[in-house]
């Protein structure tokens, strides 16, 4: 059965201190890795895609990697406005056979100034 | 770009009511649509999937009766819940997403009360 795990459940970090979140997946057949913010009362809002193992993307703070297990959302110095609830989705299966996200349950991330 | 409109936001009504919402993409062409259901600290539940010009395809355990999918044009898609009860209530989400493998972008949400 397709599975994905994120963590932490939550992270509380202090104004430029650096961590990771991480997104675990099990899936038959890879076909994106999607990271997406999610503020309170919005929907979420894409950041990333990532197809291969070994493929990294970068935006701002943020940088997502990629192995052919996991997933890591790396923040760099993080700011009080970078707090939110971080999704990790994998859209998986071959032939066409499917279009559907699988979501992780999510990380809350809070940055203290 | 790829901006996806959701509406209403906010919707309170009686119990027995049906509510339509919308979900447009605004400036790209959505070859498919989604809708989500997310209950308070958990994540998205996906509902159905439609096509534009085909019939949604639901998640089991999701009445079709109830949840009533219309994807009529490339950039417009419709979830209306018929005959509402206080257990709909709930936070509802639309993604849409251009062809295959490409990202899915989505509304800001409609948040359901049903009195």
């Known amino acids: 059965e397709d599975q994905v795990t994120q963590s932490p459940e939550a992270l509380r970090l202090q104004e430029g201190e650096s961590s990771s979140l991480n997104c675990s997946y099990t899936v038959s057949g890879l076909r994106g890795l999607f990271w997406y913010r999610q503020d309170p009362g919005k929907g979420p809002e894409f950041l990333f895609t990532l197809y291969s193992a070994g493929e990294e993307k970068e935006k701002e703070r943020l940088k997502a990697t990629l192995t052919k297990k996991e997933s890591f959302l790396h923040i760099t110095a993080p700011k009080p406005e970078d707090s939110a609830t971080y999704l990790c989705a994998v859209q998986a299966g071959w032939g066409g056979a499917t279009n559907k996200l699988i979501f992780g349950t999510g990380t809350l991330l809070a940055v203290q100034p | 770009g790829a901006v996806v409109s959701q509406h209403p936001s906010w919707v309170i009504c009686k119990s027995g009511t049906s509510v339509k919402i919308e979900c447009r993409s605004l400036d790209f062409q959505a070859t498919t649509m989604f809708w989500y259901r997310q209950f308070p600290k958990q994540s998205l539940m996906l509902m159905a999937t439609?096509?534009?010009?085909?019939?949604?395809?639901?998640e089991q355990g999701v009445e079709k009766d109830k949840f009533l999918i219309n994807h009529a044009s490339l950039t417009l898609s419709t979830l209306t819940v018929t005959s509402a009860h206080p257990e709909d209530s709930s936070f509802y989400i639309c993604?849409?997403?251009?062809?295959?493998?490409?990202?899915?972008?989505f509304g800001d949400g409609t948040r359901l009360s049903i009195l």
């Open positions: 993604s849409a997403r251009g062809p295959s493998n490409q990202p899915q972008h």
């Open positions: 439609s096509n534009e010009g085909s019939k949604a395809t639901y």
